[in-house]
């Protein structure tokens, strides 16, 4: 089995031991950091996000192999900075005003990150005037926002209306998502993108700026 095969291996399993383990032995036979990711990583995060989907996975599955992908991008991240690699884009997530739930979003920085892409994640219960502060400081291409109780899903639209008002939703795309979200809701309030699960706002982050 090559390194990328290992890697590709301890991901899907979800052993971060394993896994930092397999990445620390690439790195030390010559692997490219990139390799790694876009070789193991990101392959691992698309098949555990496919199999959830048919049902074979499970929310514990998913989480183990997150956790197994953090573990990865602790190590790789020095490496990385110093090829001075370009991510595959910008996000920020964060779980509304209102609402402690993090389960979803941990998982969706999780696959973003094993996808390539830069992830500020802002934590749980995020007012709309800190997601205007980041997107004018960081310059996303996306922002995500969470909620898991049909009373935090008011703080999504005024989100969006923070950002209206500031000057700055035209400049960054809005995905939400969690259980109680629908696409219609998405429609209503003026969001960009809606997700049902984790694997799908990979997607509709891919989609919407094109990576």
Not at 69 to 97: H, M
Not at 109 to 132: K, S
């Amino acid at each position: 089995m090559d390194a990328f095969s290992r890697v590709y291996e301890s991901v899907l399993k979800g052993d971060p031991q394993q896994a930092v383990t397999a990445v620390r032995q690439a790195l030390d036979g010559g692997a490219d950091p990139l390799a790694l990711i876009s070789r193991g990583v990101t392959p691992a995060m698309k098949e555990a996000g496919r199999l959830f989907e048919q049902g074979e996975y499970f929310v514990p599955e998913l989480l183990v192999a997150a956790q197994a992908t953090k573990a990865i991008f602790e190590v790789l991240r020095p490496f990385l900075a110093r090829t001075s690699a370009r991510p595959a884009g910008r996000v920020v997530l964060g779980t509304v005003r209102g609402d402690m739930h993090d389960i979803g979003k941990n998982l969706v920085a999780a696959m973003l990150e094993g996808g390539g892409f830069e992830v500020t994640d802002l934590g749980v219960n995020v007012a709309p005037d800190r997601f205007v502060a980041v997107v004018r400081d960081t310059q996303p291409q996306v922002i995500g926002l969470s909620a898991l109780l049909t009373t935090t899903m008011s703080a999504m639209g005024e989100t969006i209306e923070a950002l209206r008002a500031a000057g700055l939703r035209q400049q960054v795309k809005v995905v939400i998502g969690g259980a109680p979200v629908t696409a219609d809701y998405a429609r209503s309030i003026g969001a960009d993108g809606y997700a049902e699960n984790a694997a799908g706002a990979v997607e509709e982050v891919r989609r919407l700026i094109g990576a």
